[in-house]
């Protein structure tokens, strides 16, 4: 295709060059925003991922996870992902796993739209990070994280410069595996790791990760499910030990991970 200049222009031989669509812009990105279900009436936090390859992982303050591939491009599309919820909940059909259906508006910066599965049905609106704009490496990841609930549950994940990843739980289980870099550029890493000890949970995983600062993701830890353990399904890690007490915030006011303060210093991930 010819370049011309500010509005679009011909190189002799070839074609206009059409004038881009800001609603076409690359979905990629860290998404943050909330879903309404219109079955249960029920809302929820949502942190979204979608790497330069077009797969992506979405998850819920309230346990749910969503993967599978998204267009690169588009204005209106039809995503169709597939959903889980952790282990003793179900969706509303019953089930702790099925289809999901995004019907989805995209424009530079924000996805909004309706879903339907597993017996569920809503709308959700999520907005780009500017977080997502930072570089990403393995030497900016490289490090201790902690993770630790209201109810006792611990988690510690290391993370070597070479990308090298190894996570063990209060409950026994452990998962080691491998952090790479998609885009030096975008602020997204790809982990695979296989889980042992865990009992059903055992097996190989991938999924997404980003890292955040705790200070602008507070509202989204408070309100994490006090059943969601981390680790196997999604999980946040906050940077070394410095883990703070956390000051209330959602459900019924109790905090139910500690979230201390900082910046590139939580590590958000779905597995």
């Known amino acids: 295709a010819g370049c ?43 942190i979204a991922m979608v790497g330069p390859d077009g797969q992506t992982t979405w998850m819920s303050t309230d346990g749910r996870v969503w993967s599978g591939a998204m267009p690169m491009t588009g204005a209106h599309f039809e995503l169709s992902l597939m959903g889980r919820t952790y282990a003793g909940a179900t969706f509303p059909d019953g089930s702790m796993a099925g289809a999901w259906t995004m019907n989805v508006d995209h424009a530079a910066g924000e996805m909004s739209g309706h879903f339907t599965g597993t017996g569920d049905a809503g709308n959700f609106r999520l907005m780009l990070s500017s977080m997502w704009k930072r570089p990403a490496s393995l030497s900016t990841l490289a490090g201790v994280y902690t993770r630790s609930t209201w109810s006792g549950y611990t988690m510690t994940l290391t993370v070597g410069t070479d990308g090298q990843m190894l996570a063990t739980d209060s409950r026994g289980c452990t998962f080691s595996g491998a952090v790479s870099v998609p885009d030096a550029m975008r602020n997204l890493y790809a982990i695979t790791a296989t889980v042992t000890n865990c009992g059903t949970l055992d097996g190989a995983y991938a999924g997404q990760g980003t890292l955040l600062d705790a200070d602008a993701m507070r509202d989204w830890m408070n309100a994490m499910h006090p059943l969601e353990q981390g680790g196997h399904t999604h999980g946040s890690m906050t940077m070394g030990g410095g883990m703070g007490g956390g000051t209330g915030g959602g459900m019924g006011g109790t905090t139910y991970n500690t979230v201390p303060s900082g910046i590139s210093n939580l590590f958000m991930f779905v597995l």
């Open 4 to 46: 011309g200049g500010g509005s679009g222009g011909a190189v002799a031989g070839r074609p206009p060059t059409a004038t881009a669509n800001p609603q076409d812009a690359s979905t990629a990105g860290i998404y943050k925003g909330s879903f309404t279900s219109t079955t249960t009436a029920q809302s929820a936090p949502v």
